[in-house]
C-alpha cells in the first residue's frame, strides 16, 4: 500500500461520473455541491481484500497520475453501497476524487469475475486511466464543453406536451450528449493508457471495451462511445507517447460522427 497516496474514507459521497452505470450519478450539480457537503472522516476500519486487489491493480496509473502532478486523491467508501458503480470519479474544489464502492457491493465481484485472469490488471488499468481522463478535462476548466473550434449540433429533444417538459428534455438531452463525448474522451485516455503500457493485450482489451459500451441499452446514452471505439480499433492511432494529446486528437474525429 506504501505506492497509494492519500486513501481517505468518507462517510457519504455522490459521484459526478460513473465509470459504466446509467443511474443518474449526481449530474451537473454532482461536479461539486453535494460532494463539499461530504463529511470526511478518519479511516474507520482496514481495507478489505477486494479493496487491497483493486487498488493494487490501478497502483501505475497511480503512480503516474502522482508523477505527473495530478491532483488527485483515493476515496474508498467505508459504506456498503450495493449496486453502486465500484470505481468512479468526483470533482471538489480543485481536485479529483477516485472513488471506490467496492464494500458489501456485489458488482465489485462480479466486475472482477467477468473479466479473463490475464486481462484484469491491465482492463483495471484502463478504468482507472479512463478516470484520470475525466480528471485531466476537469482540471483543464473543459470538462462537457466541446474543445475549441468545434461546432457542436443541437441535440435532438424529445418528443413532449408542454413546454416545461420541452425545456427539460432538451437541457436533459445536451446534458447527456455533453456526457457521452466526455466518455468518449475518457475512453480514448484508458485505450492510450493500454497502447502503451500493455500493446501486446490492445486489441483484447479494445474488444473488452467494446462488448461492455455494448450493454448501454439506450443508443445515445452517456456511455455508448462506439464512434470513438471504432477509430480506436487500431491502437497504432494511440501510438504517440503524449496519451492526452493523442486522445484528444483522435477524440476531435470521432465528435464529428458521434450525434
Ligand atoms: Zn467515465
Given at each position: 500500500m506504501g505506492k497509494i497516496f492519500g486513501v481517505v474514507l468518507l462517510a457519504a459521497l455522490s459521484v459526478a461520473d460513473c465509470w459504466a452505470s446509467d443511474r443518474p450519478a449526481g449530474g451537473r450539480a454532482g461536479l461539486g455541491g453535494d460532494l463539499a457537503a461530504s463529511q470526511a472522516h478518519g479511516p474507520t476500519s482496514a481495507l478489505l481484500p477486494l479493496e487491497q486487489r483493486w487498488l493494487q491493480a490501478i497502483a501505475p496509473v497511480l503512480d503516474f497520475a502522482r508523477a505527473t502532478g495530478f491532483p488527485l486523491d483515493i476515496i474508498v467508501q467505508p459504506k456498503a453501497l450495493p449496486g453502486h458503480t465500484p470505481l468512479a470519479v468526483a470533482f471538489v474544489d480543485g481536485r479529483c476524487k477516485l472513488v471506490l464502492s467496492l464494500r458489501g457491493n456485489a458488482v465489485a465481484q462480479e466486475t472482477l469475475d467477468a473479466i479473463p485472469p490475464d486481462l484484469l490488471d491491465a482492463a483495471l488499468e484502463l478504468m482507472a486511466a479512463h478516470e484520470l481522463g475525466h480528471c485531466e478535462r476537469y482540471l483543464a476548466g473543459e470538462f462537457a464543453h466541446p474543445p475549441a473550434g468545434f461546432q457542436a449540433t443541437e441535440p435532438a429533444a424529445g418528443v413532449s406536451a408542454g413546454p416545461g417538459p420541452a425545456v427539460e428534455s432538451r437541457q436533459a438531452s445536451v446534458w447527456s450528449q455533453a456526457l457521452r463525448r466526455e466518455e468518449g474522451y475518457a475512453d480514448l485516455v484508458g485505450l492510450a493508457w493500454s497502447r502503451h503500457r500493455h500493446p501486446q493485450l490492445y486489441a483484447r482489451l479494445h474488444a473488452w471495451l467494446v462488448s461492455e459500451r455494448s450493454?448501454?441499452?439506450?443508443?445515445?446514452?452517456?456511455?455508448?462511445t462506439q464512434a470513438w471505439l471504432r477509430l480506436a480499433r487500431d491502437g497504432t492511432v494511440l501510438a504517440d507517447p503524449s496519451m492526452f494529446s493523442n486522445a484528444t486528437r483522435v477524440w476531435r474525429l470521432g465528435l464529428q460522427t458521434s450525434d
Open positions: 450493454r448501454d441499452p439506450v443508443r445515445g446514452g452517456s456511455h455508448d
